[in-house]
Nanobody
């Protein structure tokens, strides 16, 4: 079992930056994990944002060049650096993890991930 805890959400103005953290605990050493970030707004489905699968990184078009996913293996932490934030980035952001993907086609589906954090709110005002 793996537990994920996100932090770093806040309210910022458009153009600002935030860094979200996702700390993994539990059986994190039993196997390598792919870690992704999703976001969700009220009334909408959870949206894939980015994933770090071994050394492969993938971002949705709307965040390319603004968001960066990275990991610190010593701290068992994955970060999401978000720059030049826009009001449309407002959402609850969730960290998700699963054993390494063998195919990138599975990156985008929330159902592909076995473990989820509780979410952290990001609010961007114009």
């Amino acid at each position: 079992q793996v537990q994920l805890v996100e932090s770093g959400g806040a309210s910022v103005q458009a153009g600002g930056s935030l860094r979200l953290s996702c700390v993994a605990s539990g059986r994190t050493g039993a196997y390598d994990l792919a870690v992704g970030w999703f976001r969700q707004t009220p009334g909408k489905e959870r949206e894939f944002v980015t994933v770090l699968n071994w050394n492969d990184r993938y971002y949705i078009d709307s965040v390319k060049g603004r968001f960066t996913i990275s990991r610190d293996n010593v701290k068992n932490t994955v970060y999401l650096q978000m720059n030049n934030l826009k009001p449309e980035d407002t959402a609850v952001y969730y960290c998700a993890a699963t054993p390494l993907f063998s195919s990138s086609v599975n990156y985008f589906r929330a159902s592909s991930y076995s473990y989820w954090g509780q979410g952290t709110q990001v609010t961007v005002s114009s």
